[in-house]
């Protein structure tokens, strides 16, 4: 079953000599339960993709589908909703509300729905990410690491269709890094979650069990590595 579908995705920024073609015509497909990565130079097109695939910007051109909805079709605030529930978002700069605790920045995308919490899958997250005696801590007592790590815990508590990591190791140094991408690939695995990993950094995209090149807007190879 395929989660996401891209069909003739483009997206062009200006008009006449400042007119510029970020995306031109992205076909992509990801089937639930993958863990895919995305590479590409500075200017390839990666951040102008993750902001449509993550319903934050609108393509200007081609129809993108995630969990059979059109998300062309959402207004501003449907698309903050459909982004919320279905899509786990997961940045370079964790992102996190500096006066919640970790628990509290973890189960946000529920109490912003009024949605009763499942103890058992939280217990779940938290202790597969090795946080579980770091919930009563704020942020800014946490390490890089561990701050990744609850983002990561609050991108899969609402067991989103898809989760989005943003050069989710661009601000650690490399056992941090290492562990990040190892604790990505156990909630692919161990939770089930499909996630699509968009990185400059080919030793990480390497851990993907699939590797699309992106390059002037255009998608230039699609290696499945496993």
């Known amino acids: 079953m395929d989660i996401l579908t891209c069909e003739g995705v483009q997206k062009v920024y200006g008009s006449g000599d400042s007119r510029v073609v970020a995306l031109n015509g992205i076909d992509l497909k990801i089937r639930k339960g993958e863990f895919a990565a995305i590479v590409g130079a500075s200017g390839s097109g990666k951040s102008t993709l993750l902001h449509i695939l993550g319903s934050v910007d609108k393509p200007t051109g081609g129809k993108v589908m995630i969990d059979g909805t059109d998300l062309s079709k959402l207004n501003p605030t449907q698309a903050a909703i459909f982004r919320r529930r279905k899509v786990g978002l997961v940045y370079q ?97 161990n939770l089930e979650q499909t996630i699509l990993l968009i990185t400059h950094d080919e030793s990480v995209a390497l851990e993907a069990d699939r590797i699309i090149t992106l390059e002037d807007g255009r998608i230039i190879s699609d290696e499945r590595r496993r």
């Open 93 to 189: 700069f964790y992102n996190l509300i500096p006066t919640l605790t970790a628990r509290k920045n973890i189960l946000m995308p529920l109490a912003l729905d009024k949605k009763k919490v499942n103890e058992a899958y939280f217990e779940k997250v938290v202790s597969a990410l090795g946080i579980s005696d770091k919930l009563d801590a704020l942020p800014n007592q946490l390490s890089g690491g561990q701050q990744q790590r609850v983002a990561i815990a609050r991108a899969l508590i609402y067991r989103p269709a898809l989760v989005l990591a943003d050069e989710p190791t661009g601000n650690l140094d490399v056992k941090n890094s290492k562990e990040i991408v190892d604790l990505l690939k156990l909630s692919n695995r």
